[in-house]
């Protein structure tokens, strides 16, 4: 073999391996999608669904979660709180809501064209990252 042969080579075996990464990744999205699908079902909806004409086909989810900030730790939380996270997936929204004192709410509306990854811990089951574009 040439030096341009084995180059060759490496390249392609780059290739390969970055085509079966990238299957990987997909499988393990469609994994955390079908979780996170199972435990909806499994869990009734706490805040009221509006009402409207037509019947949704994916009605909206609402989930308990506590914020987990790791990565670039954004703000200063100190205790972790709990959280109300609505997912509307027809809407293409993610609500996050936080209860504050004297009954005031504080929330955050994320459309799905901001969302770029959804991350399934593998050390943690019920652990699931969200990266935003920003």
């Not at 990238?22 to 706490?46: G, V």
């Not at 996270?85 to 809407?91: A, F, I, K, Q, T």
Request: glycine share 6%; hydrophobic share 35%; net charge positive.
């Amino acid at each position: 073999q040439t030096a341009g042969q084995s180059g060759e080579q490496e390249l392609e075996n780059l290739v390969l391996k970055l085509s079966v990464l990238k299957d990987f990744l997909s499988s393990i999205e469609k994994k955390a999608l079908k979780a996170l699908q199972e435990m909806s079902s499994a869990t009734p909806a706490i805040l009221p669904q509006p009402l409207s004409c037509k019947v949704k086909s994916i009605p909206v989810q609402t989930f308990e979660v506590k914020l987990d900030i790791t990565l670039g730790d954004l703000t200063k939380i100190g205790k972790s709180q709990k959280y109300t996270l609505s997912v509307d997936v027809e809407g293409g929204k993610l609500v996050v809501l936080k209860k504050q004192k004297d009954s005031q709410e504080d929330w955050n509306t994320f459309t799905h064209d901001k969302i770029r990854q959804l991350i399934k811990s593998q050390r943690v089951q019920n652990k699931l990252g969200i990266v935003f574009e920003k």
